[in-house]
């Protein structure tokens, strides 16, 4: 079966998820931050039925279980010759929709969460597929290098290497914002047929691009520790431990997106 019509549409697609992603989903703006814990209805059971860590940890656990299991279907379907565009189309469409209604409603996110992870599962996994179908072993590659900086990131953040201070906080939000008004620009541009120079080729200067905003997408990690730390301490409602599993599930899917990407453009010049 001739797959290279999907190799390109879905290669498309995951520059368009970059796009919209970073606006709806990051610690730095919307889903993440810290007047979500205000005028949530705490209520008198606040004590009794309160966010923890190892909740979150639980839900976060979960959560990745569940868009594993999805992505592995819609990897499976793509090395079988089966068309996958529909649910790659379908699962972005989905999860941005969801992740939308997550953002501004949290208290829908322990029903809402896991359907998101099934949506995001079918468009990784076509996407992985893709780019495993072009470069032999670059999914298991992405997919350890993601494990290894959000490792890295926690242990640096949890032995205070790393602090999430005010100051910290503050250049990576600035970072973030960047970054999101340059894929808003380009989204709007691709309609126009103009594309940013070097943003998504392999060019020296679009891989430098490429490890700048790695780097931006893994400090944002630190930034969801922050948050979730505050929320346990804080003594956030329970359906807060989904909220804090959601951002971090958003971050994770960017990171990873951003190094499979970094990694195609390196093995482009190979």
Do not use: C
Request: glycine share 10%.
């Amino acid at each position: 079966m001739n797959r290279s019509t999907p190799k390109l549409s879905i290669t498309d697609i995951s520059n368009a998820y970059e796009e919209v992603i970073v606006l709806i989903g990051r610690s730095g703006n919307p889903t993440l931050k810290d007047s979500t814990f205000e005028n949530r209805g705490y209520g008198e059971d606040r004590y009794q039925n309160y966010m923890t860590i190892n909740g979150t940890v639980n839900k976060a656990f979960i959560t990745l279980v569940i868009l594993l299991g999805s992505a592995f279907a819609t990897w499976m379907m793509f090395f079988n010759g089966q068309q996958v565009m529909p649910l790659a189309y379908g699962g972005l469409i989905v999860g941005f929709i969801l992740a939308l209604v997550i953002s501004f409603k949290p208290v829908a996110a322990p029903y809402l969460v896991p359907i998101y992870a099934v949506a995001e599962g079918l468009f990784l996994g076509a996407l992985s597929a893709t780019y495993e179908s072009l470069y032999n072993g670059i999914t298991l590659q992405a997919a350890l290098l993601t494990m290894a900086v959000f490792i890295a990131l926690l242990v640096a953040y949890k032995t205070r290497l790393i602090k999430a201070t005010e100051n910290f906080k503050l250049g990576v939000v600035a970072a973030t914002g960047g970054i999101m008004i340059m894929y808003l620009l380009s989204f709007v541009l691709s309609f126009f047929g103009i594309s940013i120079p070097y943003l998504h080729d392999n060019s020296l200067i679009g891989i430098g691009i490429s490890v700048v905003i790695v780097i931006v997408a893994a400090l944002n990690l630190v930034l969801d520790f922050d948050f979730i730390e505050g929320g346990a301490e804080r003594g956030a409602p329970k359906y807060m431990e989904w909220y804090g599993a959601f951002g971090l599930m958003v971050t994770l899917v960017w990171l990873y997106i951003e190094i499979i990407r970094l990694l195609g453009k390196l093995r482009s010049r190979d």
